[in-house]
């Protein structure tokens, strides 16, 4: 029998990959790279991060990020400000033309992912629904009762 949550584990694992292989090339498509929704959704949730906090929260080297945040200072979607109490400290926020592109693009890539995946039978699909719903609340309910550190070793 855990063969089977093994299994379910390991396609719940290869279906995550494929989606974001997935939305990668939507973004390659758009000529966008996929890390600068992710850097833009992290200026979004928390405006004002910068670029230090941003790499140490996403391991994601410094160096990698502050050319993406050019780009999205170039495209308009970012606004760089000076700290208020430090000068020495820059800002970042996203633009109004920066959190509408985002949408656009969270947007595009539901329409395609819901496209591919009207392949299913509509009754299946209700049903697939719901348990991946199920899930989802298993996993949230018990997130923060394992911290990496307890995840036991092999």
């Known amino acids: 029998m855990d063969l089977v949550y093994e299994q379910l584990a390991e396609l719940l694992h290869d279906i995550n990959r494929g989606m974001g292989k997935y939305a990668r090339d939507i973004f390659a498509a758009n000529d966008l790279h996929f890390s600068l929704l992710m850097i833009s959704k ?4 928390e405006p004002g991060i910068t670029v ?10 410094k160096s990698h990020i502050s050319n993406q945040i050019r780009k999205l200072e ?3 979607w970012v ?3 000076l700290d ?3 000068q ?3 800002r970042l926020y996203l633009s109004k033309e920066g959190s509408s592109e985002m949408v656009v693009m969270r947007n595009k890539i539901r329409q395609q992912f819901s496209s591919l995946l009207s392949e299913i039978p509509p009754q299946r699909a209700e049903e ?3 348990d991946l719903a199920e899930i989802k609340i298993i996993i949230d309910k018990h997130r923060e009762e394992i911290a990496p550190e307890k995840i036991p070793s092999e």
């Open 52 to 61: 230090s906090e941003m790499a140490r929260r996403t391991g994601i080297a």
């Open 42 to 45: 992290h200026i979004k949730a």
């Open 79 to 81: 606004e760089k400000r």
């Open 74 to 76: 170039d495209r308009g």
């Open 88 to 90: 020495r400290i820059i």
């Open 128 to 130: 697939l629904a719901s």
């Open 84 to 86: 208020v109490n430090d």
